[in-house]
């Protein structure tokens, strides 16, 4: 079945404790992104990738940082994260650029005390 | 700079009720792609339609149709006969190509469709 899947689902962790939610896809997608989802504020995106070892900042990526070894892996890194970084986090990825539908994964939330 | 307004925060309907969410996009581009989603209360985003910025023909899926106008940049979508089942927050996004590359999804604030049986 195709899908990107993410883990964990949920997490509870305090400041400063580093985490790393992953990410992987089986369709052997070339864009992957993460964006987070907060009330008012909607879907952000944090970071993307456009292809193994491409990345770069989308439009909230203070506080994170990413990786792209292999392409079916896109982890989100939070080096020492803050009360400010709970949210909804998705994973999404796409065959290649604009023209084709994001995917998205069942989504991470993360609650930082 | 794109932008995507959904200005109906919240909608109830009774179940069989047509119920029509809006969508009002802005962007520079003349080649850009519009999308659906659906997030249910169990929180997935579910992919539901793409349109590109040529193809202003609309499209029906069942119960689901979009009604695509460039000359008012809206991307309305109607759902016909509603169900409880549709009880979900829908999301419409445009996506362009920006200089890097990067063709991120920029989302409107969404609609919470309520259907009561």
């Known amino acids: 079945e195709a899908q990107v899947t993410q883990n964990p689902r949920y997490l509870i962790t305090v400041t400063g404790k580093k985490l790393t939610v992953t990410c992987s896809q089986n369709m052997n997608h070339e864009y992957m992104s993460w964006y987070r989802q907060d009330p008012g504020l909607g879907l952000r995106q944090i970071y993307y990738s456009m292809n193994v070892e491409v990345t770069d900042k989308g439009d909230v990526p203070e506080g994170y940082k990413v990786s792209r070894k292999e392409k079916r892996n896109f982890p989100l890194i939070l080096e020492s994260p803050s009360p400010n970084q709970t949210s909804l986090y998705f994973c999404?990825?796409?065959?290649?650029?604009?023209?084709?539908?994001?995917?998205f994964g069942p989504g991470t939330r993360l609650t930082v005390t | 700079a794109q932008k995507v307004t959904q200005a109906q925060t919240e909608i109830s309907v009774v179940e069989k009720e047509d119920v029509t969410l809006d969508c009002v996009y802005e962007t520079r581009d003349t080649t850009y792609y519009l999308f659906w989603y659906k997030q249910p209360p169990s929180g997935e985003l579910v992919f539901l339609i793409r349109?590109?910025?040529?193809?202003?023909q609309n499209e029906i899926s069942g119960r689901y149709s979009w009604n695509f106008q460039k000359s008012t940049s809206s991307f309305n979508f109607t759902i016909t006969a509603s169900q409880v089942v549709d009880s979900a927050v829908y999301f419409c996004a445009l996506s362009e190509v920006f200089f890097s590359g990067n063709t991120p999804l920029v989302f409107g604030k969404g609609t919470r469709l309520s259907v009561i049986a």
């Open positions: 999404a990825s796409s065959l290649t650029g604009h023209r084709y539908e994001q995917y």
């Open positions: 349109r590109n910025s040529f193809d202003e």
